[in-house]
């Protein structure tokens, strides 16, 4: 059985960096292509990030490409998600999701197989 766990939410200012893991266990990481997706209250979740495998692909959304970085060790069943120049419109809960059926990676939420129960990240103004 496979599950996946987050970590690295928590408060910070606006401005300021986190990193989110997402360890998985039950199957190798290497069998999955990873996402981040996030949802703030009362909004849709919404696709943040997805990497590929070997890591070689990677994909952001529109609104956080050039501050969140999307990474992976597979060596550790790890996932990350770098975030800087955190902003208040970050603020919602991070999920990782795994993949394993895209021959890359997909960044559509129906797609994913398996869900971490999320990390929250609150920014502050």
């Known amino acids: 059985q496979v599950q996946m766990v987050e970590s690295g939410g928590g408060l910070v200012q606006a401005g300021d960096s986190l990193r989110l893991s997402c360890v998985v266990s039950?199957?190798?990481?290497?069998?999955?292509?990873m996402d981040w997706f996030r949802q703030a209250p009362g909004k849709e979740r919404e696709f943040v990030a997805a990497?590929?495998?070997?890591?070689?692909?990677?994909s952001h959304a529109d609104s956080v490409r050039g501050r969140f970085t999307i990474s992976r060790d597979n060596a550790k069943n790890t996932v990350y998600l770098q975030m800087n120049s955190l902003k208040p419109e970050d603020t919602a809960v991070y999920y990782c999701?795994?993949?394993?059926?895209?021959?890359?990676?997909?960044?559509?939420?129906?797609?994913?197989?398996?869900w971490g129960k999320g990390t929250l990240v609150t920014v502050s103004s």
């Open positions: 039950g199957r190798p990481l290497s069998d999955f292509a």
């Open positions: 999701a795994a993949d394993r059926k895209s021959p890359s990676y997909s960044t559509y939420i129906y797609g994913m197989d398996y």
């Open positions: 990497i590929s495998r070997s890591g070689g692909v990677r």
